[in-house]
Each structure stands twice: as structure tokens, then as C-alpha cells.
């Protein structure tokens, strides 16, 4: 009749602008139904082919069809959205359950819950979820939509919400594996006794339904790494790299990048960094971004770790206002604290003031882990009273994880003050406290034990395991270390770092003592184009014959340019040779 014609795409429009202004907004209900239904059944006839027809005849019908055809119709929009485009299928089960018989409404409600929750909604997804569990029996889907919703509100900082969630649970779950494994990690943000719990759920994993295993070990990583228990945290993170392999895409990508997570804040860096991003390349293949913030917080601490500090920062800068607005606040708070980490070492102080002033979620966690970084903030402004009154609060009342950063903090202030004694003790109780901690912690100790007690071996373990892995600035600091007790050429190599991270405090540190060695910084990109190339072929895995062969020159003098390499970059070995060439430093 005119009204609507096709369009060179196969889509309906109405024949002009001024139709769809004159017509459609002022058409009554009944009309407006009409004009839907023959839209949808127009759809219907030329073919239904891909996704983007469907989704369009499924907009239509539930405008202009009747409820079970409208119903049937969302369902399929949902259906065919859920895997690739989760808010989308989060509005078409919206639409269901405007539709639905009222006993099928909480199957619905929980499916918009997880979509809400895949699509790092986590305000809609407890909303939703909350609904869900007002009216599901008991049962497996009910188990499910509760762990969805601790996760979302857990993510919001609503940690008493998400506790009367599982407490509410608890009594009525077919198996409440995931659900322990959830409250253990609450309790553990809280300092609050969970090894219990935690063991309850290590016990009961075995025999949990697969689909829980995944909440399960996220939970406990969560837990291992709070109580500084890394045996439980690497376990957890095995089993979550060997889990996902028999897991659906998201479910792989969930678990390789909670994995990832693990390890980066482990130190772990190269493992973290192929995890994630095996991850990655599912997430592309699927159109999705990361799930809650952990993939993005999650690279900007391997960043960090690998010294690209000002993508870093600028990664954090980009994501830390989408992270606020969607109300991923948990994931906010890890994205700052990375944040501060790298401005405190680079001493960009007064960036640091208005980041310390947006307090975290409130937990014993995050108010010890902020507690810490004020503390490194005053004792970089000389106010060392300011800094052990912070360090004092967050070893009281923090867990594990934090105390261990505290006291690495309290030696540097001791040993700043040149109370040696009072360092020493506190180098002492970190070895006790990082023990059974991640290695990064046992790395924090290592430093500290170098500079609080003068041990040359201990400098030597930390620069053997940051340059391992990768760990730059670490790297860094162990070769000051070593550059204090002797070894000078390691002063020029760990200023040259100092100075490519904008690490100020410590690259003056550096020139200091180099200047009170005799020495001058070392020149930026020293090496002629023989040695360079040289260099790039030892990196690339070659031998000293197969690089004379490549450049024909004798073994001889393949051995005399390494040599001068060794000695122009402070390096002492092939490994950090060919680490320092794939960071670009040479």
C-alpha cells in the first residue's frame, strides 16, 4: 500500500521521512501492530538468512505478532545472540520475560542475568539474578544464577550483598562447591578466617558438577592469592590451563584469562603473556571484550612487569573511565593500583594525590594495598612519620598479600634512615611472610635482604629471577644492588633502565653512584652496526660459528664483538642479551 518499501539491502523502511513522522507517530497500538506483522511476514517469506534478518523479523514479530509467536521469536534472537553479542541477548531475554508464563519467567531472568554478567554489566546482571532466585527452585540452575550474581555484586564492592547471597544459598544447593569457593575468597578480602572454607571447596571439587568447576578455581586463585598460599595458587592455575580445553570458547577464554591473571600477579610474566593471549584470539573470534575488566587490568600489570610503562599508563587512562561507568569497581581498584605502582616509581607525585583521594571498595585488601602505596608516596616526600603510621595500619589490619608489600616498603623507609638494625629485622619477617607467597614476593624479599643486610647472593638471586622472565624493573633494581657492593658495570646498565622507564628517583639514584664510582652513565645506543647485528643474530638463537658463518668472519672475531657488547651494555650473559634485544633496549 506505500506505505513501507524495500530497501537496496533486503531491509523495510517507510517510503519517506515525512511518512514515518506523520504516520508512525501517530498511529494507535493496533495500527502500529499491523504494520509490524506485515513487516515480519514479508521477512518471513523472502528468507530468513543470517543473523541480521532473523534479529530484524524477531523485532517485528514481537511488535506485531501474537505473544507465543512473539515469544518464540525473541527466544531465537536470544539464542542466536548469546555467544556473540551478550547485552544484545540480555535485551531479547528482557523481552522474553515480558512475554513468558510466570513459571518460566527465573529461567529466563537467569539467563539475562549471565548475559548481563558476560557483558560486563554487573549493576543489571544482580538485578536481574535477584529476580532470578526470587523464583527458582532449588537446583542446579539456581546454584548458577547465584554464583553469577556473588560474582557481579562482588565486582561491584557489594561483598555484604554477595555473603547473603551464599548464605541464603547455601542451605538449598544440590552442591555447594562454587559457593564455598566464593565466600572463601570474600572472607579472605576481609582478613577474616577462610582457610576452612577454602579446603571445603578444594575437597569438594572433584565431585563438583563440571559446569561449577570454573566459578570454583576462580575463587580459590582468588583466595590463594589474598593468603599468600601460591602451592594452591599455581595449583589453581594448572587446573584451570587443563580445564579448558575440554571448556566451550567462553569458558576456555574465562579460564585462560583468570589463569593469566594468577600468574601475572605472581610474576609469572612470559606464562601470563601466552595465556592470555590464547585468550585473546578466542575473544576476537567471538566479537567480545573481556569479561568484568580481568583481561585489560590483566595486561596492564604484564606491561608494568615488562617495563612498557607508558603504554601502560596510557592503556590504564583509556580504560579506568569505561571500568567506573559500567561499575567494575573490583577491577577498577586493580587498574589503579597498577596505575600507582608506576607513577610512584617514575616520582610523578603529584599525579598520585587524586587517584589515593577515590577510595577502593572497602575491604582490609584494598584499603592495605592503598594504604601502601600512600606510604611509598610520603616516604618519596620525606615524610617518613606519614609513611610508617600507613605502613603500621596496613600490616595490622591487612591480609597476607598486603603485609608482604608493607614490609617491603618498611625496609626501604629503615633502611633510608640508616636504622640498618630495624631493616634488617624487617628484611627478616618478609623472608618469613613471602615463604609460601608468589614469587614475585619472594623476588620483594630478595631485593630487600640485597639492601637491608648488604648479601651480594641475595642481588644476585633477584636479578637471575627478574631477568628470567623479564621483569625490568626489578632487573634494574638488583643490578643497583649489585652496582652498590662492587660490581660497577652494573651501575651504567641499571641507570640506562632507570632512564627508558622515567624512573627518576631511581635513575638519581643510579648517577649518584656512578659519580661517586668515577664513571659517566653509559651513552644511549653505544654499539656500532657489526655489533648491533651481532647482538640481533645471538638473540635469534644462533651460535658463535653459525654467526661467523652469517657475517663471514672467523670465530675469533665474533668473539671479540660480543665481548665488546658484553662490555658497552653491562650485560653477562647470551639470556640477557637476547631479552635486552627483544625489549628493544639494543
Not at 626501604?412 to 614469587?439: F, I, K, M, N, Y
Amino acid at each position: 500500500d506505500g506505505i513501507v518499501v524495500s530497501t537496496e539491502d533486503g531491509a523495510h523502511e517507510f517510503a519517506h521521512p515525512l511518512v514515518a513522522e506523520a504516520l508512525y507517530a501517530d498511529l494507535g497500538p493496533a495500527e502500529r501492530r499491523r504494520v509490524h506483522a506485515r513487516i515480519a511476514e514479508s521477512l518471513k517469506r523472502q528468507g530468513l538468512r543470517g543473523a541480521r534478518s532473523v534479529l530484524e523479523w524477531a523485532t517485528h514479530v514481537a511488535e506485531g505478532g501474537s505473544a507465543p509467536a512473539a515469544l518464540e521469536a525473541v527466544l531465537r534472537a536470544a539464542k542466536i545472540t548469546r555467544f556473540t553479542a551478550p547485552l544484545s541477548a540480555a535485551h531479547w531475554y528482557g523481552r522474553a520475560v515480558e512475554l513468558a508464563a510466570p513459571e518460566d519467567r527465573g529461567v529466563l531472568l537467569s539467563r539475562q542475568a549471565l548475559s548481563y554478567w558476560k557483558g560486563s554489566r554487573p549493576r543489571e546482571a544482580v538485578a536481574a539474578g535477584l529476580r532470578a532466585l526470587d523464583l527458582l527452585e532449588p537446583g542446579r540452575r539456581r546454584v548458577r544464577t547465584a554464583c553469577t550474581v556473588v560474582h557481579a555484586a562482588s565486582t561491584l564492592g557489594h561483598y555484604d550483598q554477595a555473603l547473603r547471597i551464599i548464605e541464603a544459598q547455601l542451605p538449598h544447593a544440590d552442591d555447594p562447591t562454587a559457593l564455598l569457593a566464593q565466600r572463601s575468597a570474600i572472607e579472605a578480602q576481609f582478613n577474616r578466617p577462610s582457610a576452612q572454607i577454602a579446603e571445603r571447596a578444594w575437597a569438594g571439587l572433584a565431585d563438583a558438577p563440571p559446569e561449577d568447576r570454573l566459578v570454583t578455581l576462580t575463587s580459590l586463585s582468588l583466595h590463594a592469592l589474598a593468603t599468600a598460599d601460591w602451592r594452591r595458587g599455581e595449583q589453581a592455575a594448572e587446573m584451570l590451563v587443563n580445564d579448558s580445553v575440554t571448556l566451550p570458547p567462553v569458558g576456555r577464554m574465562t579460564a585462560l584469562e583468570t589463569a593469566a591473571h594468577l600468574l601475572a600477579i605472581g610474576g609469572i610474566r612470559t606464562r601470563a603473556l601466552d595465556l592470555l593471549g590464547e585468550a585473546g584470539q578466542i575473544r576476537r573470534g567471538l566479537g567480545w571484550g573481556d569479561i568484568a575488566g580481568q583481561a585489560r587490568h590483566t595486561m596492564a600489570l604484564l606491561r608494568r612487569l615488562g617495563g612498557e610503562w607508558e603504554r601502560a599508563l596510557a592503556d590504564i587512562a583509556a580504560d579506568a573511565e569505561d571500568m567506573a561507568e559500567a561499575g567494575l569497581l573490583e577491577s577498577l581498584a586493580i587498574l589503579r593500583n597498577i596505575q600507582l605502582d608506576i607513577l610512584l616509581g617514575q616520582g610523578r607525585y603529584d599525579e598520585i594525590d587524586p587517584i589515593l583521594a577515590d577510595p577502593p571498595p572497602d575491604t582490609p585488601l584494598q584499603n592495605g594495598m592503598r594504604a601502601v602505596y600512600a606510604a611509598r608516596l610520603a616516604l618519596g616526600r620525606g615524610d617518613r612519620a606519614r609513611a610508617e603510621r600507613l605502613l603500621a595500619q596496613a600490616l595490622e589490619s591487612g591480609p597476607p598479600e598486603v603485609v608482604h608489600r608493607a614490609l617491603a616498603v618498611q625496609v626501604l623507609v629503615r633502611h633510608a634512615a640508616g636504622e640498618h638494625q630495624a631493616a634488617r629485622e624487617a628484611s627478616e619477617r618478609l623472608d618469613d611472610v613471602a615463604r609460601h607467597a608468589t614469587p614475585r614476593a619472594r623476588l620483594a624479599a630478595h631485593l630487600c635482604a640485597a639492601a637491608a643486610r648488604r648479601d651480594r647472593d641475595r642481588a644476585e638471586t633477584a636479578l637471575e629471577i627478574a631477568r628470567a622472565d623479564g621483569l625490568v624493573f626489578e632487573e634494574a633494581q638488583a643490578r643497583l644492588l649489585l652496582g652498590l657492593r662492587g660490581d660497577a658495570a652494573q651501575l651504567q646498565r641499571a641507570h640506562a633502565v632507570f632512564a627508558r622507564l622515567r624512573a627518576e628517583p631511581w635513575r638519581k639514584r643510579a648517577a649518584r653512584a656512578l659519580r661517586e664510582a668515577g664513571l659517566a652513565p653509559a651513552p644511549t645506543l653505544t654499539l656500532t652496526a657489526t655489533e648491533r647485528r651481532v647482538a640481533q643474530l645471538v638473540a635469534g638463537g644462533r651460535s658463535n660459528p653459525e654467526i661467523a658463518e652469517e657475517l663471514h668472519y672467523s670465530r675469533k672475531t665474533v668473539e671479540v664483538y660480543l665481548s665488546r657488547v658484553y662490555a658497552k651494555t653491562g650485560l653477562r650473559s647470551r639470556v640477557e642479551l637476547a631479552l635486552a634485544v627483544d625489549r628493544g633496549e639494543i
